[in-house]
C-alpha cells in the first residue's frame, strides 16, 4: 500500500507541475536582419550588406538622429559607407595586382607589396568621387542608413584611373615592377583581369 501511495504522490506531483508551467509561448522568428542602431527592428537585407542587384561594390553607413535634420544625417551616413566602400576597393585592385603579378611573373613579393601602398593612396580619392547613394531610409530611432555603391563599369574605371595615377606618381616603381609595358597597357590589362572573373 504504501508503495501504490508513493506512485499516486509522485504521479500527482508531477501533474501539478506540468499545469503550473502553462502552455510555451510560441517564440518569435528571429529576423535575418536588423537595424544597428539599437532597436534590433528587423530591416531590409541591403542594410546588412547583402548584394544588391546593379551594383558590383557596395558599403551601408548609418548616422544618428541629429538636430541638424535629415540632409546632415544623409551626408554623415554616406560618408560613413564611402570610407568603407574605399576600404573594399583598395582591396580589390590590390587583389587585381597580386593576380596579375602571379600569372605573369612580374615583379617580386616586395615590389608587389610597395606597388599596393602607392595604388591604396589613389583609390580612396577616385571612390570617393565615383561613388553614389543607391538606397536610403531612417531608421527607427530616427536616424539615417545609406546604401552608397559603384556599378561594374565604375569600378573598373576608378580601378584603371587609380593605376594610372599611382604609375604616374610612382614611374620608377612601376618600371621595376613591368618594363616591357606602357602604362597605359599595363593599367587597362590588371583592370580587365577583374572584369574578366
Not at 558599403?59 to 544618428?64: E, L, P, Q, S, T
Not at 595586382?97 to 589613389?122: H, L, R
Amino acid at each position: 500500500m504504501k508503495h501504490t501511495l508513493t506512485i499516486a504522490l509522485a504521479t500527482a506531483s508531477l501533474m501539478l507541475a506540468g499545469c503550473a508551467s502553462g502552455p510555451k509561448e510560441p517564440q518569435q522568428p528571429v529576423a535575418s536582419c536588423v537595424f544597428a542602431d539599437g532597436s534590433n527592428q528587423p530591416a531590409p537585407e541591403w542594410v546588412c550588406g547583402a548584394p544588391v542587384e546593379g551594383i558590383d561594390l557596395s558599403a551601408v553607413g548609418y548616422a544618428d538622429k541629429s538636430a541638424a535634420g535629415p540632409n546632415f544625417m544623409k551626408q554623415m551616413a554616406a560618408t560613413a559607407a564611402r570610407v568603407e566602400l574605399a576600404q573594399t576597393m583598395q582591396v580589390e585592385v590590390q587583389n587585381m595586382i597580386k593576380q596579375y603579378a602571379e600569372t605573369t611573373g612580374v615583379g617580386d613579393s616586395e615590389t608587389v607589396d610597395m606597388v599596393n601602398t602607392s595604388v591604396t593612396k589613389q583609390i580612396t580619392k577616385e571612390t570617393l568621387i565615383g561613388s553614389k547613394i543607391f538606397r536610403q531610409m531612417p531608421t527607427p530611432t530616427g536616424g539615417m542608413v545609406v546604401l552608397v555603391g559603384l556599378d561594374a563599369d565604375t569600378v573598373n574605371k576608378l580601378a584603371e584611373q587609380a593605376l594610372k595615377t599611382s604609375m604616374n606618381n610612382e614611374r620608377a616603381l612601376w618600371q621595376k615592377f613591368q618594363a616591357e609595358k606602357s602604362f597605359d597597357e599595363l593599367a587597362e590589362e590588371i583592370s580587365n583581369m577583374e572584369g574578366s572573373n
